[in-house]
């Protein structure tokens, strides 16, 4: 059986214009709020029409020890050329950590199917 982990794609941001991009500071401090950003298309544009567009990004924060990661955001992006509006996979989020872990974002394609990436943070 395969896993479902092994639909995500990856790869280098700057040279692939489906992998999320991730904005966040290396180093956050305990219990102060912290903005995440993401994004899809930063280097090179990815599409934005009916045809071809991220449906959605997800984002993760998965705590150094902990078991499982937790959701800190989901945004579904519903507008592709409904009477000429357009969203953009951008988003951001504000939240607060205890401690050091990994942030994880996915996204969704509608042609090119899931994507992901990750980045570590440090909590002073």
């Given at each position: ?99 050091s872990g990994t942030i994880y974002a996915a ?15 440090e909590v002073e």
């Amino acid at each position: 059986m395969e896993k479902f982990g092994s639909l995500y794609q990856s790869g280098d941001w700057k040279g692939e214009k489906h992998v999320p991009v991730i904005h966040i500071s290396d180093k956050v401090k305990k219990g102060e709020v912290v903005e995440l950003r993401v994004n899809i298309g930063e280097e090179i544009p990815h599409p934005n029409t009916l045809e071809h567009h991220i449906k959605w990004i997800k984002a993760y924060f998965h705590g150094e020890g902990d078991k499982f990661p937790v959701e800190i955001g989901n945004y579904n992006f519903t507008s592709h050329g409904e009477y000429g509006v357009f969203t953009e996979p951008d988003l951001t989020i504000k939240f607060k950590v205890e401690k050091s872990g990994t942030i994880y974002a996915a996204s969704y394609c509608n042609i090119h199917g899931l994507w992901e990436n990750s980045k570590k943070i440090e909590v002073e």
